[in-house]
């Protein structure tokens, strides 16, 4: 009996006997009432729903990981968005690294959710951006326990793949980038910068002010850098809505491997100038950087016309990358529905690294054969030039701002610009570029 009714009961207040035997039926009928749910102050327990789990595992072998399976290699590539030895690498590395994603029996001997199960929910989640519990009917799988799955495969992807798919470009990659950047015009250049923002849509009330910015609702930054075969080298996620681009590189880490002396160098020549720094291209809103060149919004001449024309071109290769990540993966281009911003960050680093394995899995050179076969594109690689001598041990305060220095230094920006302006149109005039 509740104690409401206990000392509604004992209250001194309630002699009549007549009013005591009125408030004792009213207390058993509640509680007859609660005991089997039908009452208002309902608080048992949810209700079990018997799934039929092993027959859900069944289905979704048949119908996509049996020798002959009900959908081909096509249908499963579309709504996977990965192949499938892409789906049964990811998911045995993950049932070596965390036995959640393995089949096992609970206390009452009941086989579980396979990690087939668990991982098609996870990537079902991410591509389609659907709610939790609309895999029930298919995957039979519970509401909490797809956003359990998503939680744990994510985390999973970012602490098992991050180091490989997150990783800044070693000296192989610096390399063949530097060789296509030659053949694009642009000597020198790294990949393309800018920001993304995602939508938050239950942000804490107490977080709004900070998170809300020209888009007027909370969002959360991504910094990325992308490289012309969209592989995403920088992704930098987390800062407010409310910064800007620039507050958010100021807030990065891009340049901090340059400033510390421990990455692997970066040696061009412009029309006979020498350069040691890569550089990215960005639009307007960017500092005048040594390492971050931008457009002519107004060309006067043909030459800044055609810089500027081929400028805007190779930048747009870090949006057809944002645009692409949220093609792949809704969840990253809706609003995020997840209440913690550890989740998040979680969620869009491995849609990220997701990004980068779907690419290196289906990269084609440009007869329309698989790179990873010949070997020309392999971003695992090491190279055959032998060991890039990078500086490892600690560097002077002086050494760090000098560094710094020459980052942030505009007359190397303006110096560098003239040099890839002229440049262009020297190789224009050749009939190199068109």
Known sequence: ???FFKRLLNDSSSSDEEERNTWFAAAIEFERQTSEGTGSGDKSSRQYRYRD???????????????NPVYDETLFRRRFR????????????LQQHNDYFVQRRNAANTVGLSGEQKMTAALRMLAYGMSADSLDEYVR????TTIECVKRFCQGVVEIFGPEYLRSPNAADISRLLRKANQRGFPGMLGSLDCMHWAWKNCPAAYHGMYTGHVHRPTIVLEAVASYDLWIWHAFFGMPGSNNDINVLDASNLFANLQEGCGPSVNYTIMGNHYNMGYYLADGIYPKWATIVQSISHP?????????????????DVERAFGVLQARFAIVRG????????DLTFIMKACIILHNMIIEDERVDDN???????????????GTDGPVEVSR?????????????????SNTHYALRRDIIAHLWTLHGQGVIE
């Open 1 to 3: 009996m509740s104690n």
């Open 368 to 382: 329309g054969l698989v790179a990873m076969a010949s070997g020309n594109d392999d971003y695992d690689s090491l």
């Open 393 to 409: 041990g600690p560097i002077s305060f002086d050494h760090f701002m000098a560094t710094n220095c020459a980052i942030r230094d």
């Open 82 to 93: 990965l192949s499938r030895p892409l789906f049964l690498r990811i998911l045995h590395t």
């Open 335 to 342: 609003p995020a529905r997840f209440w913690h911003h550890e």
């Open 300 to 316: 006067q001449d043909l030459a800044h016309e055609f810089f500027a024309k081929k400028h805007e071109s190779y930048r747009k």
């Open 141 to 144: 799988i519970g509401e909490t």
């Open 53 to 67: 789990r092993v027959s859900g595992h069944s289905r979704l072998l048949n119908d996509y990981f049996v020798e």
